[in-house]
């Protein structure tokens, strides 16, 4: 088939559009299937969920982009994530979940690669932007702030004035972010937003708020005793006003559906579909029926 | 001022409070001249084989250990907020279980150089105050102290396996009923739950924060109990299991609603072993809200 373009292939026309500046030494990889297979399609998600992977099945996409690993863990020696306990391929193995989404990628000749540190590189910033767009931000950009935080790929925005309250509701509708968090008094007027797509480490909320020119900081996903407690002292100090919490799957969803976009930029062979995973949540209690 | 019997006992121990009364000091205890040092000390001394001398975690963490201690605040973790309450009450040891400066080993770098850092550290050096943790050693004592104190407050105890304090088998409920007991005696409103509420569960496990411990705990019981996991890995794993069609769920609390009973615990513990020295609960609470 003269058309035919393999899974390898497509990897090296994405390493050729991010071009010289492609790092080395990343996480990122074939993670299952054949590299030489043939592309019938391809779907961008922030992590390879089994839903995620049902549904290229059923749009006979073959190969599978995705910013996390297929298995819940690191797969290789680059640590991206902070884990609180790496399981072991000996307690994966036995699995049932982990059996089921094997023989599923198997069965269905599914390819997984990895991109994830060269896509949140990228300079038109596209994983942070797209966030930014779905909580209406992006408009309000203080570019200059932003600029200054280009390297944990967070940005600083100057909304029209809002209650906390009100901030977390359109964070919730915008990022379909039911399980989202708060802290913070809801009363709070605030308007200086500091934004970060997924997992916020103690160094990067305090390089977000270090120039004291931010009320809010919204992430995805905060440790408990390192950024989380970093905010509450934050807000104790009267130095901010409240921080938000999304959900980590909610905060990514944007931007891997924006890699799907990227993509189809300069890969117009075949389908390219972005899937929002949405939370793993099903439900909180706390929220009243 | 109307003061109770046993608050002027209490606030006798702090000769400025009482001095501030225009009381005079009455009668100090020999423990209340004592260092936090000597405290600490006799606390490893007190739990035995369970202190962990080589542990980073249980360690000062700010102050001059060698400071007089005029009472003591027991918490789940020393933020700022923790901290100020402990100084309003006369209370200048703080003894927390969680980190003080933001790493699970309080690391210096990176927040040596952060304005925040400086504010903290200032106000617990001007006001004469100490930090010092206790997280492994107390999580070593026998029967370990944070899952029975869970299991007491949800009035699991019977529930419990004493073989594992961790391990509980109810009668057959659906996951929401479960969940509705666990919310009604947890103060957070920080609870997020994957799994079918209409699923029985006959069988419960408390998994830490470890993706490895939840997928074990999935595969031989009901469900779990996480107080703070990450969600790449350990809320995915949750997910996937669903969509496997396996059974099973995960209730995901937060990390402060799952030890700060257990810290009363503490506080009950220090007062049945270090009488004479005055300690009080403060609470942490996460102030975590939803919509």
Redesign the interface.
């Given at each position: 088939m003269a058309t035919s373009l393999t899974a390898d292939a497509v990897v090296e026309r994405i390493r050729s559009q991010v071009s010289k500046s492609w790092m080395g030494g990343t996480s990122e990889g074939f993670q299952c299937g054949d590299l030489g297979a043939t592309v019938t399609g391809i779907v961008t998600a922030w992590?390879p969920?089994?839903?995620a992977l049902?549904k290229a099945i059923s749009l006979k996409h073959n190969l599978m982009i995705s910013m996390?690993p297929p298995f819940?863990?690191e797969s290789g020696t680059v640590r991206t994530?902070?884990?609180?306990?790496?399981?072991?391929m000996k307690?994966?193995e036995?699995?049932?979940?982990y059996q089921?989404?094997k023989k599923l990628i198997d069965d269905h000749g599914l390819v997984l690669w990895r991109f994830n540190e060269n896509y949140r590189a990228l300079p038109s910033n596209p994983r942070l932007n797209a966030l930014a767009r779905s909580l209406g931000y992006q408009a309000h950009e203080n570019a200059a702030a932003t600029q200054k935080l280009a390297t944990i790929g967070a940005g600083v925005y100057a909304i029209p004035e809002t209650s906390l309250a009100d901030l977390?509701?359109k964070a919730?509708d915008g990022a379909n972010a039911?399980?989202?968090?708060?802290?913070g008094d809801?009363k709070e007027k605030v308007k200086n937003v500091a934004l970060m797509p997924g997992?916020m480490e103690?160094?990067d909320i305090?390089a977000m708020?270090?120039d004291r020119n931010v009320d809010v900081v919204v992430c995805?996903?905060a440790?408990?005793?390192?950024?989380f407690?970093?905010a509450?002292?934050?807000i104790?100090?009267g130095?901010g006003k409240g921080m938000i919490m999304l959900?980590?799957?909610v905060s990514e969803d944007p931007g891997a559906q924006e890699l799907a976009a990227w993509i189809r930029s300069f890969i117009t062979e075949v389908p390219v579909t972005g899937i929002a995973v949405g939370e793993?949540?099903?439900?909180?209690?706390?929220?009243k029926a | 001022m109307h003061i109770t019997r046993r608050e002027f006992g209490q606030r006798s121990l702090f000769t400025g409070a009482a001095a501030l009364l225009g009381m005079s000091a009455g009668p100090v205890f020999a423990d209340a001249t004592m260092t936090a040092q000597q405290i600490a000390d006799k606390i490893s001394s007190i739990m035995g084989p369970a202190w962990s001398p080589a542990s980073y975690r249980d360690t000062f963490k700010m102050g001059d250990p060698n400071t007089a201690v005029q009472g003591v605040a027991s918490c789940f973790m020393s933020t700022f907020d923790v901290i100020k309450r402990a100084h309003e009450k006369g209370l200048n040891f703080v003894i927390t279980h969680e980190p003080t400066i933001w790493t699970d080993a309080d690391l210096l770098p990176p927040a040596q150089n952060d304005p925040l850092y400086r504010l903290k550290l200032e106000y617990v050096n001007d006001n004469k105050m100490i930090v010092w943790r206790t997280h492994d050693s107390w999580h070593k004592m026998q029967p370990e102290p944070m899952n029975a104190a869970q299991n007491k407050k949800l009035g699991w105890d019977k529930y419990a396996l004493a073989s594992d304090l961790r391990t509980c088998r109810f009668p057959a409920l659906p996951l929401r009923d479960v969940v509705a007991q666990y919310v009604e005696k947890t103060p957070t409103e920080s609870v997020r739950v994957i799994g079918n509420p209409d699923g029985v569960v006959q069988s419960l496990t408390r998994c830490g924060h470890s993706c490895e411990q939840n997928i074990e705990g999935l595969e031989k019981c009901d469900a779990t109990v996480s107080i703070e996991v990450r969600e790449f890995e350990t809320a995915e794993y949750g997910r996937d299991l669903l969509a496997s069609g396996g059974k099973g769920a995960m209730i995901i609390a937060s990390h402060e609603s799952g030890e700060e009973n257990g810290m009363e615990s503490f506080t009950n513990w220090f007062k049945e072993h270090l009488p004479g020295i005055h300690i009080e609960f403060v609470p942490t609470t996460d102030r975590l809200w939803t919509l």
């Open positions: 992590t969920t089994i839903e049902q996390e819940w863990r994530e902070v884990s609180m306990g790496t399981p072991s307690v994966l036995a699995s049932s979940v089921y989404k977390a509701k919730r039911k399980a989202l968090r708060v802290l809801p997992y103690n160094e305090m708020v270090r995805g996903e440790c408990e005793w390192e950024a407690e970093y509450e002292d934050w104790t100090a130095w959900g980590r799957a793993p949540f099903s439900y909180v209690p706390s929220h | -």
